[in-house]
Each structure stands twice: as C-alpha cells, then as structure tokens.
C-alpha cells in the first residue's frame, strides 16, 4: 500500500540541532488533515506535536527564531538573579 509523503520542518531540537527536514506520514497514511506527523529516523518513529512541526519553511524558521528569543530571555533573567546573589559570612 502506497503512503503519500511530505516533507515537514521540525523545530522541536532548533536550538540544539537546527530545523531538520524529513518526510513525513499522517500516522494513519491518510491526507494531511492534522500535523501529528510520524517522521521515520533510523528504522526510529517520532511523533511530534502541531507547535514542533510545519509544512511550510518560513513558519518553521519564524518558530526557530521565537525560540531563540525565548531562549535568550530565560537566560538574562537567571544572569540577573545570578548577579544578585550575595555571599557573607
């Protein structure tokens, strides 16, 4: 039985490894009516979530680049509340 294919964006590992492309299956091989997509790595599946996975490139790099953002912004403010800390005897 033939599986349509697509290729989809991941940005669940963006910070770390950068948005991978792979082809992906609707879990059920049906159309792409959701974006719960099983991506086969390795003979591995994986299942990501609507917010991880896109079909399209630009919304993809928009999500990694929001992730950085926030990214950034966690670490100034544990930068901050590390600066603050004080140590006396």
Request: glycine content about 4%; hydrophobic content about 35%; aromatic content about 8%.
């Amino acid at each position: 039985m033939f599986i349509p294919r697509q290729t989809v964006y991941i940005t669940r590992y963006a910070l770390t490894k950068g948005i991978i492309e792979a082809a992906a299956t609707n879990q059920l091989g049906k159309l792409y009516l959701c974006k719960n997509v099983c991506v086969e790595s390795n003979g591995i599946h994986n299942l990501f979530e609507d917010d991880e996975c896109f079909f399209d490139k630009e919304d993809a790099i928009k999500d990694a680049k929001n992730r950085v953002e926030q990214a950034v912004e966690k670490l100034e403010h544990e930068l901050s509340r590390l600066k603050q800390l004080t140590f006396e005897d």
